[in-house]
């Protein structure tokens, strides 16, 4: 089990650095997010079976990521539909 903890881990620690080093657009941001969400997720399921096999907690988790998902990709189609592209610099958030 000390595997998954770890490779989780590593995952996380991953996409935080993918997060803060490829910031121009805003597909790869969230991209970097929901890695670092599955490694979240993959830490709290192995956790959970050391506990005793309740996954009720990691099924609530996964459904708000998935919305959390959902939400992250119409905030992206909206702003391509309205600016033409994702990039960060053209998008003036002070408007």
């Known amino acids: 089990m000390t595997m998954y903890t770890y490779s989780a ?16 657009h805003l597909l790869l941001i969230l991209l970097s997010i929901e890695f670092m969400v599955l490694a979240l997720y993959l ?10 096999n309740d996954y009720f907690f990691s099924m609530i988790f996964l459904t708000f990521s998935v ?11 909206s702003m391509i539909r309205s600016h033409g592209n994702d990039y960060f610099q053209g998008f003036n958030l002070l408007w």
Do not use: D, Q
């Open 43 to 52: 830490n709290m399921f192995s956790y959970l079976s050391l506990l005793g």
């Open 9 to 24: 881990l590593m995952m996380f620690f991953c996409g935080f650095v993918m997060f803060s080093l490829m910031r121009k």
């Open 67 to 77: 919305c959390e998902g959902s939400l992250g990709l119409s905030v992206l189609v």
